[in-house]
């Protein structure tokens, strides 16, 4: 995605209320401009909406918000922009009681998952706002998992 943004051009920003309403030019690898799309940054909630409804579809941000975020220098990609699939998921196990997740417990077997939980938990906190970084965590887990389920012959 970071090299398909020098691919997009900010024809004209206009400012109305609380919002920022961009103009992207999509331009193909010989530099012509294949459509123009609406950014529609909302200063107050950090919502950067565009009408070519990649988000919507693919649940990943597009070029063209990706382009205005980086246009309005902002500190951090928000929050609600990264991986949602992920984050559909993990939440609602996180409201369950360990209890019901993990079988029967005992407070020994509590406290580590309790550890694994918040170890986790910090490293997304480091990797969060760096792809990057994140598939390399994702790729060392799955590595990881692999590595248990040999070890226990699932
Ligand atoms: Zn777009």
């Not at 919502?47 to 070029?63: A, I, P, T």
């Not at 991986?83 to 997740?101: G, K, N, Q, S, T």
Request: glycine share 4%.
């Amino acid at each position: 995605m970071n090299k398909a943004v020098w691919f997009c051009g900010v024809v004209e920003v206009v400012e109305v209320g609380d919002k920022m309403i961009y103009s992207i030019t999509h331009k193909n690898k010989n530099f012509e401009v294949k459509a123009t799309y609406k950014v529609v940054h909302d200063v107050r909630d950090e919502s950067f909406d565009c009408n070519c409804n990649h988000f919507v579809h693919n649940g990943m941000l597009c070029r063209h918000a990706f382009k205005v975020m980086l246009n309005s220098e902002v500190q951090s990609i928000p929050e609600k922009y990264i991986l949602p699939r992920w984050r559909r998921e993990l939440v609602p196990v996180e409201l369950l009681p360990a209890r019901v997740r993990y079988g029967e417990m005992d407070d020994e077997k509590q406290a580590l998952i309790n550890q694994a939980i918040s170890m986790f938990d910090l490293i997304i906190g480091c990797v969060r706002n760096d792809k990057g970084s994140l598939t390399k965590f994702v790729e060392q887990l799955e590595r990881l998992g692999d590595e248990i389920r040999r070890m226990f012959q699932y």
